[in-house]
């Protein structure tokens, strides 16, 4: 048998075509790493072919155009009979399949023995490398984390297996009208707004963050679920952005009452159109179904001409475990990572092995990798917020406590660590208490371990959830508390040695009024005959004695009553907050008294124009008592001026004279 000794630039090339059909071992210098001599037992004619075998992959297919067509499917990555990736997938290029392929390796060396080689699963067939073609998974291996298992594919696009409920947030994708626009949409791709631009701009602001490691939590601004397909709204400057599906979902239920949604990041006021007319002003046009079609198909693209992928999010989220929400920004590559923790080359989630180290005889019935994934696969459906979502009563419990103020400990019930994910079970109800997501799920594949028949109970609340463990989905049982993970990480001073978050529903809903909920000046000032305005309700409508500090101005109200946000909020408190079930009359006018406010969207607004005039007047030392004043409106807040009474500008003249 000949000795083929290869040149040094075509070694790599040949270890990597060579290596399947190597039978005898290979020499290598230990120092050098490099190889000396091969001794492989085939000719020169057909070594010669195996070089051409270089180019196998470079054509595509017909099973390529199948997955560009498809408009939404989840499939594998995984090998079915080992249960891992493949090493080298590939198809003939006559396959039309996408959910299966086989080995290189194997169909070259069915190839080199028979002349032919049979997909396994079609017609398609292959007589030479060159009818062979990479499939799709070769570039998902490089898009996506290792621990990835499944991907959701979308017109070819394939962004991390989605978990949501299919009819409500993934038929979206089965509409051409949402499919045309989803496209078009990943065309678009704005860097001086992404992620890692809108960080690296305030790195060259602020000196003060130059010191520190900036985190991002990967939540939806509307939902709270974990992002799949980040967008961001045209206009926004902020970190956080919002869930496609979660868009378009809110869409859906809404475009015929509001033409507009409101960003729901605090201290933002931005806009994204969801209708491309306000249907409240038309409220009996008659329409057909052709209509409504069309109605339909103008307002999905003006969503989608307000909103575009965050392109660098979405390749750090596809890169990260499907499991993970939280990143940070690399300083020194300028790109957005995954947050982990790299304890001898594995992944190791602080959480779930503190718990694991806590508990007795865990590590002899699981190892701690594989405990790690089962908790994180858990982790991936919990954290869609399903059972929030689907559970009516649940969700209205959890919104009756959005503006309440209260102190929640942030200290897990079993690590001891600050709580980045706050979960609680569907029959708490005390909602200042809470525990991470991952040592929730961690005591129940724990309590699963040790036995099936065992009932399982709530760690916070003690009661009981099934009467055997072998019984119960942890999914359809706990829930991330939506309102605590829309401040949390805006005040980290819990995490400073307190672990006490003190969560100030009072100030949020405020913040609430000055973002979305106001007239603002400069609409009321241009609608003014006169700049000049006697302002003469100075006391609040509700308490006699409160002066007006922070202005809600009744819109419906015959009289335009104003009453004082701290007014406002205790009448709230009185109704448990539940302003949409309880009546919440803060009017005694006929009219007021006869329609109780049920939202506020329409009925309550802050009054910024006359917020800025009672700052002015209570400056003034000597008329802040006055039951009224007059405020002259320049086009700048800095030119405005409180106008004193005549009798006052005769008293200043008389001094100034004596």
Same mark, same amino acid.
């Given at each position: ?66 997955? @560009? ?21 590939v198809l003939t290029k006559n396959c039309q399949h996408i959910n299966y392929c086989f ?7 069915? !190839?080199?023995?028979?002349? &032919? +080689? ?8 292959? @007589? ?8 799709w998974r070769v570039n998902a291996y490089k898009e996506f984390n290792e621990y990835t ?29 949402? !499919? ?19 960080? =690296?701009?305030?790195?060259?602001? +602020?000196?003060?963050? @130059?010191?520190?490691? &900036? ?49 729901? =990041? ?79 080359? /594995? ?21 701690? /990798? ?69 040592? +929730? ?21 003690? /009661?009981?959830?099934?009467?055997? &463990?072998l019984k119960i989905n942890i999914v359809n049982q706990i829930y991330l508390d939506s ?101 919440? !009359? ?6 007021? @008294? ?23 007047? +209570? ?40």
């Amino acid at each position: 048998m000949p000795l083929i000794l290869f040149e040094k630039e075509t070694e790599q090339k040949c270890i990597d075509i060579l290596m399947p059909f190597m039978q005898q071992q290979i020499i290598i210098d230990n120092l050098s790493c490099e190889i000396k001599q091969l001794y492989i037992y085939f000719d020169s004619f057909q070594i010669k072919q195996m070089l051409n075998y270089s180019n196998v992959g470079k054509v595509q297919g017909q099973s390529i155009e199948i997955f @560009n067509s498809i408009n939404i499917d989840n499939s594998s990555l995984l090998n079915p009979q080992t249960n891992a990736r493949y090493e080298h997938p590939v198809l003939t290029k006559n396959c039309q399949h996408i959910n299966y392929c086989f080995e290189k390796t194997m169909a070259l060396m069915e !190839i080199s023995n028979k002349n &032919i +080689y049979k997909c396994p699963f079609c017609d398609g067939q292959a @007589n030479s490398p060159h009818d062979l073609v990479d499939d799709w998974r070769v570039n998902a291996y490089k898009e996506f984390n290792e621990y990835t298992q499944d991907v959701t594919i979308i017109k070819g696009i394939m962004v991390h297996r989605y978990m949501r409920n299919k009819k409500k947030y993934l038929d979206f994708f089965t509409k051409n009208v949402n !499919i045309i626009q989803f496209k078009q949409m990943f065309y678009r791709f704005y860097k001086e707004t992404s992620l890692s631009s809108l960080i =690296q701009q305030d790195l060259q602001k +602020y000196y003060a963050i @130059n010191q520190q490691k &900036i985190n991002f939590w990967s939540f939806c601004l509307k939902d709270r679920v974990k992002i799949t397909i980040p967008v961001r709204i045209f206009g926004c400057n902020h970190y956080e952005c919002y869930e496609l599906t979660s868009l378009l979902f809110y869409q859906q239920q809404n475009r015929k009452k509001k033409e507009f949604l409101e960003c729901n =990041q605090p201290g933002c006021s931005n806009k994204l159109k969801i209708a491309h007319k306000d249907y409240t002003k038309y409220p009996d046009t008659p329409s057909t179904q052709e209509m409504d079609e069309q109605e339909n198909f103008l307002d999905v693209q003006e969503l989608f001409s307000g909103i575009f992928v965050d392109q660098d999010l979405l390749d750090a989220i596809k890169l990260s475990n499907p499991s993970s929400q939280k990143f940070y920004y690399n300083k020194e590559t300028g790109k957005i990572q995954e947050d982990l923790n790299i304890v001898n080359g /594995q992944p190791v989630d602080p959480f779930i092995y503190q718990f694991y180290q806590n508990q007795p005889g865990l590590s002899t019935i699981v190892k701690f /990798q594989e405990f790690q994934k089962l908790i994180q696969q858990q982790a991936i459906a919990v954290s869609q917020g399903d059972l929030l979502q689907e559970n009516k009563d649940l969700n209205k419990q959890v919104n009756l406590y959005k503006y309440r103020n209260y102190k929640v400990n942030m200290k897990d019930k079993f690590t001891n660590l600050s709580i980045e994910y706050p979960v609680r079970c569907r029959l708490c109800t005390n909602l200042e208490i809470c525990m991470d997501m991952r040592s +929730y799920i961690a005591e129940y594949i724990y309590r699963k371990k040790m036995s099936l028949i065992n009932p399982f109970c709530c760690p916070l609340c003690n /009661q009981k959830l099934s009467e055997q &463990i072998l019984k119960i989905n942890i999914v359809n049982q706990i829930y991330l508390d939506s309102n605590m993970l829309s401040y949390m990480f805006k005040d980290m001073s819990y995490s400073n040695g307190t672990q006490i978050f003190d969560y100030k529903g009072e100030q949020y809903m405020f913040q609430e009024f000055l973002d979305r909920q106001k007239i603002k000046r400069e609409n009321y000032v241009a609608e003014l005959r006169e700049r000049q305005v006697l302002f003469k309700q100075l006391f609040c409508i509700i308490n006699p004695n409160q002066r007006i500090k922070q202005p809600l101005i009744l819109q419906k109200c015959p009289d335009r009553k104003i009453v004082d946000f701290a007014s406002f909020y205790e009448e709230l408190k009185k109704i448990n907050f539940d302003y949409e079930n309880q009546y919440l !009359i803060l009017c005694r006018c006929n009219y007021c @008294n006869k329609n109780p406010i049920k939202t506020f969207v329409g009925n309550i607004y802050f009054h910024e124009a006359f917020y800025e005039a009672l700052n002015k007047f +209570y400056e003034i030392k000597e008329i802040e008592n006055d039951n009224e004043f007059s405020y002259q409106f320049e086009d700048t807040r800095e030119n405005s001026y409180v106008i004193k009474n005549q009798q006052q500008q005769q008293q200043k003249i008389k001094i100034i004279m004596r």
